[in-house]
């Protein structure tokens, strides 16, 4: 009796320790937040009487205040978000045919260098396979189009597979990422900027939300640069993140990657080893 109720616990420990995460992330993303916060009714109401008794100079002070709040933010935007076109020299940085093409350069260089190849757009494409064990791994797809040095769309796939050992089967994650990107800083070794589009979970869940994120790429000499990159966003009012850390051997117009890439789809969390190659257009 004894030994059954102890096989019986180990089986019950084993399914619970082997639950899919994947599963959980879809469902979690499909059922959202169940508590949701009330309290914007109470404040707005309370706001609204206390804007019927406010004086008029309080709604002086208020419209200078908003005016200074207008022009600091577009203060912020142009110098913090876009940069001074009329004083910052390296966003005027030519976008090269690929990185280390002339074994100095990374995506940029700068705008009176005197070129061999004359290079208007460029569309890099990359490939990895992210692993963190024998079941749950999967492929992470990207693809970038730069049609000058301003600006560039990214589309990231990733397509997750987890194997139940217990019962044999297996379930899969479709994670898809649209990106505007912008290259705030643009040095010949050293680029920086924001990104802003939306993230699309497909699947069971079939939902999408706004997304947001920074990336950096450090080109440090050798045919070797290292990229840093987040991207963050909330799909039915749960997070739906994605960290890439990642090291690049580049040869000719084609490069080898290896590094580490964290999810967060939900509640569950996923820790990937990452290594591919990709190659420039």
């Not at 004083?87 to 990185?99: A, G, I, M, R, V």
Request: aromatic share 16%; with cysteine; charged share 15%.
């Amino acid at each position: 009796m004894k030994k059954n109720s102890f096989l019986l616990f180990c089986l019950i420990y084993i399914a619970s320790f082997g639950q899919n995460k994947l599963d959980k992330s879809k469902s979690e993303l499909n059922s959202g937040v169940s508590n949701r916060n009330h309290s914007s009714t109470s404040y707005s109401s309370s706001s609204g009487s206390s804007k019927s008794k406010s004086s008029n100079g309080e709604n002086i002070l208020g419209g200078i205040i908003a005016d200074i709040f207008i022009y600091a933010t577009f203060g912020v935007f142009k110098y913090g978000v876009v940069g001074d076109y009329k004083n910052e020299n390296h966003l005027y940085s030519n976008l090269t045919p690929y990185p280390y093409y002339n074994r100095k350069s990374g995506n940029f260089e700068n705008s009176d260098t005197v070129s061999v190849t004359v290079n208007k757009s460029r569309f890099d494409i990359e490939n990895s396979f992210v692993y963190n064990s024998s079941s749950l791994f999967g492929n992470h797809l990207k693809a970038k189009i730069r049609p000058f040095q301003y600006l560039y769309l990214q589309t990231d796939f990733h397509q997750l597979f987890e194997i139940n050992k217990i019962d044999a089967t297996a379930n899969r994650l479709s994670l898809f990422q649209f990106n505007l990107n912008y290259d705030r800083i643009r040095l010949e070794k050293f680029n920086f900027g924001w990104n802003l589009g939306a993230t699309y979970v497909g699947n069971e869940v079939k939902r999408g939300g706004l997304a947001y994120g920074l990336n950096a790429e450090y080109f440090m000499g050798n045919r070797i640069s290292f990229l840093a990159s987040a991207k963050w966003s909330r799909i039915n009012s749960l997070p739906v993140n994605t960290y890439e850390l990642q090291g690049k051997f580049h040869r000719n117009n084609y490069f080898l990657t290896l590094g580490l890439e964290h999810l967060k789809i939900a509640t569950p969390t996923y820790t990937l080893l990452a290594f591919g190659g990709g190659i420039y257009f």
